[in-house]
């Protein structure tokens, strides 16, 4: 049972455009939804993190869009480089649980 | 900077064998995590851990075990390797009760032959 569905599985954009990665979740009680970037030969780092309290959160170039009624939420890279070319992942969890994953989206920004 | 050190990068174990991975933290956190990644698959939980010698098993805890005698080391175990648990291993702590923003070490890539 998959609780957090991420797509699309790969991303070719051209340098300076707009970079869009999906996930969907199931279970209403998660209260906290981070992304993470992975680059070859490293582990995972947070990249941002958003509440659903809250519709949208931006740091720099990324943006996280939440629709809690619609239980989605998506990362927006504005002006896409091709140091952003990584493995993202989208998780959830809850007060007493440890993060869940999803699948990972490889981004490739071409220069 | 919190680190998060898998001891070994890479590791070659013939089936059978019992494996041992590594991870020590240096930042006093008290959760720490095994995961596994596979492509397509993303991460995978094996276990976790919110204390010394307390632990819980995760989404995929069958083959495995772990230890966890000291706050800053938290090791997996492989019973007894298969070609199956061939993957790359990721290690991660956090300071929260579970969740809220984990620190991963790099990973040991384990291949059973």
């Known amino acids: 049972q998959q609780q957090v569905k991420q797509s699309p599985q790969s991303l070719i954009v051209q340098k300076g455009g707009i970079s869009i990665i999906n996930c969907a979740y199931e279970?209403?009680?998660?209260?906290?939804f981070p992304w993470y970037q992975q680059f070859p030969g490293k582990g995972p780092a947070l990249l941002i993190a958003?509440?659903?309290?809250?519709s949208e959160k931006k740091e720099g170039r990324f943006t996280i869009s939440f629709n809690k009624s619609a239980k989605q939420f998506s990362l927006h890279i504005m002006d896409s480089q091709p140091g952003d070319s990584a493995t993202y992942f989208c998780?959830?969890?809850?007060?007493?649980?440890?993060?869940?994953f999803g699948k990972g989206t490889t981004l490739s920004v071409s220069s | 900077d919190v680190k998060v050190t898998q001891s070994s990068r890479y590791l070659v174990k013939r089936t059978g064998e019992k494996v041992f991975l590594e991870c020590v933290q240096d930042?006093?956190?008290?959760?720490m995590f095994w995961y596994r990644q596979d492509p397509g698959l993303g991460l995978r939980l094996i276990y976790f851990?919110?204390?010394?010698?307390?632990?819980e098993k995760g989404d995929i805890p069958e083959g495995y075990s772990v230890s966890r005698e000291k706050k800053e080391r938290f090791s997996l175990i492989l019973e007894s390797a298969s070609t199956n648990q061939t993957s790359m291993y990721l290690c991660?702590?956090?300071?929260?009760?579970?969740?809220?923003?984990?620190?991963f070490g790099s990973g040991t890539r384990l291949t059973v032959v």
């Open positions: 930042m006093d956190h008290e959760n």
């Open positions: 998780a959830a969890t809850q007060a007493g649980t440890a993060l869940i």
């Open positions: 279970n209403t009680a998660f209260d906290y």
């Open positions: 991660a702590s956090s300071i929260d009760w579970l969740g809220y923003g984990y620190t």
């Open positions: 851990s919110y204390d010394v010698k307390m632990k």
């Open positions: 958003i509440r659903p309290d809250v």
